[in-house]
């Protein structure tokens, strides 16, 4: 599993409620199932990996964030898990405020744009940066709104959505991945 | 011995009292099994037919000698595997393989009943198979299922007993008949009406048989049931045992004449009367208004859980519709997975050798009766 997912589920407590938004083929929520709370469910997009789901025994319903997080009622679910694809939304200001709306606490991951490498392959190379968490071409990435840690931290300090990220400058450079967990 | 009286019955002795205001008793249930329930009683499943399905979902119908019409998904290692799950399914009432219906014998008059059957609902057929759970005496069922009609009669059981499921699954289906739908069947009730020989119901004392409406609904009905990609994929324009057009009104399209063979051959297996009362069933059902207008009160009892499945090309119980069903019980919180799967067989779908839904359903499952245990 990826490491990213370890992190994630240790900020989860036992017997929550849990939303996995995006949950790809049920990796996280299959450990989480596992380990921490079997209240557990996933919305995903993709028919192929819902198939993967149901394999695993795990509760996903077919949607998309950006249409069907709205019939989720306000604060049913203790967490929602947003994992790295914030970025890849048309509007991703309005997948924010249903999160915040249908959890009462979310856990959002973003690839940070601010990363040492980005910075370097744009300063030095003069194109788009490809790295680990950015493996696309400019002309077939999905991710459609890129954002630096500091983005985001700012954004939540802006919208007062409370967030909690020490030694901001240090970690918006040397971070590749950001993983929050935000209230509103 | 005639074939129709080899078919398992139950009779129901305890009065059932219909949305119509009459009380019915004493009254036949035909169902056949598959499988074996286990010491615990915990594999049963209860599989609801659609319109003109019947308790023969799979192997051979000894009444028709036709393999049973879930043969795809129903069977030993199928997606709802009768070596692990016993298998219950009972021609609804008001159907024509055996249950109580409009063709029944009537024994005020000694005459089959006609039109003067009572009206049936939904909610009539399950309360009716509800018997079948204590006749096998089964506590909880493992999981209830059925396709379109089916589907239907899955919801209206798990509103009417929340706690006698651990899994329900509907599918292609919705939980209020849409104005299409209810258009559509009017179309096939007006065929069989319109033809002479239906007689106001009463063919059968008059040794008729209204066979060209029904077939005329039948075909009208089949149309709705593929998909407009289907239909153009599988017959085109081709034409039909000819080299070219006849500038006649013969079948000179093979979708013609395969329309009139499917007409054909339903009158030989299908009740007129049944029909119209089937689609009558279908059109009032609308379990929202039952509940108010909310739907999710409809399942605010249960903790079973429910799993969900549409088909991308039906347009008769369009995936619109089947999510609606998923929107009320996450209204509630309740627990629900849901797919839509891709297929351009139409409504038909769900009868046909679909492998991402025939695995969906069998992973569902099997994963599912792991946890009950």
Not at chain 1, 106 to 118: D, E, T
Not at chain 1, 149 to 162: E, G, S
Not at chain 2, 160 to 171: A, E, G, L, Q, Y
Not at chain 2, 187 to 199: E, F, V
């Amino acid at each position: 599993m990826k490491k990213e997912f370890f992190t994630i589920a240790k900020l989860l407590k036992e017997n929550s409620r849990v939303l996995d938004v995006g949950c790809g083929d049920g990796e996280l929520m299959k450990y989480i199932t596992e380990n921490i709370t079997e209240n557990v469910r996933g919305l995903e997009i993709s028919k192929a990996n819902i198939q993967k789901c149901i394999a695993k025994g795990l509760t996903v319903i077919e949607g998309d964030a950006e249409k069907d997080l709205k019939q989720f009622p306000s604060s049913s679910y203790d967490f929602v898990i947003l994992s790295q694809t914030l970025q890849a939304f048309l509007d991703p200001e309005k997948v924010m405020n249903e999160l915040l709306r249908v959890g009462k606490k979310a856990i959002v991951s973003i690839p940070n744009f601010g990363h040492w490498k980005v910075r370097l392959n744009l300063l030095f190379k003069g194109t788009m940066p490809i790295t680990k968490n950015l493996p696309n071409e400019w002309y077939n990435t999905p991710n459609l709104h890129m954002c630096t840690i500091k983005d985001f931290v700012n954004y939540c300090d802006k919208k007062k959505i409370k967030i909690n990220c020490p030694n901001l400058n240090y970690v918006n450079f040397f971070s590749e991945l950001g993983i929050f967990i935000i209230e509103k | 011995m005639n074939k129709i009286d080899k078919i398992k019955k139950i009779v129901i002795e305890k009065p059932l009292k219909l949305d119509c205001g009459k009380t019915i008793q004493n009254f036949p249930l035909a169902y056949e099994t598959y499988g074996k329930l286990n010491e615990k009683k915990d594999n049963a499943i209860l599989v609801f037919h659609a319109l003109t399905g019947d308790q023969f979902a799979s192997g051979k119908n000894p009444i028709t000698n036709k393999e049973g019409w879930w043969s795809y998904a129903l069977g030993p290692d199928k997606a709802i595997d009768t070596n692990k799950f016993f298998v219950i399914c009972a021609n609804v009432i008001g159907g024509c393989m055996g249950s109580y219906g409009p063709s029944h014998l009537d024994n005020s008059t000694g005459k089959p009943f006609g039109t003067n059957f009572p009206v049936i609902t939904i909610n009539d057929m399950v309360n009716a198979q509800y018997n079948l759970l204590e006749y096998f005496n089964i506590k909880k069922l493992f999981s209830v299922i059925g396709g379109s009609m089916g589907g239907m009669q899955v919801l209206q059981f798990i509103s009417n007993f929340p706690d006698k499921s651990h899994t329900v699954i509907p599918i292609a289906c919705t939980a209020s008949h849409s104005a299409q739908n209810i258009a559509l069947n009017e179309l096939g009730r007006q065929s069989i009406m319109a033809d002479h020989n239906w007689m106001e119901g009463f063919y059968a004392e008059n040794k008729k048989n209204p066979d060209k409406g029904l077939a005329v609904a039948r075909m009208a009905a089949h149309i709705t049931y593929l998909s407009k990609k289907g239909l153009q994929e599988k017959f085109g324009r081709k034409l039909q045992e000819r080299d070219d057009l006849k500038f006649g009104f013969d079948a000179d399209f093979q979708i013609e004449s395969y329309l009139r063979y499917q007409g054909s051959v339903f009158v030989d297996r299908f009740d007129a009367n049944s029909y119209l009362y089937i689609t009558r069933a279908m059109d009032y059902f609308d379990l929202t208004k039952q509940f108010n207008g909310n739907l999710s009160k409809a399942f605010e009892k249960t903790s079973s859980k429910f799993f969900i499945i549409s088909f991308t090309s039906d347009w008769l119980y369009p995936t619109p519709e089947n999510r609606e069903i998923v929107i009320a019980l996450n209204a509630i919180g309740k627990n629900v997975g849901f797919v839509e799967i891709n297929s351009d067989k139409g409504h038909d779908s769900f009868l046909l050798d679909i492998p991402d839904f025939l695995n969906a359903v069998k992973n569902y499952l099997e994963t599912s009766y792991k946890k009950i245990k």
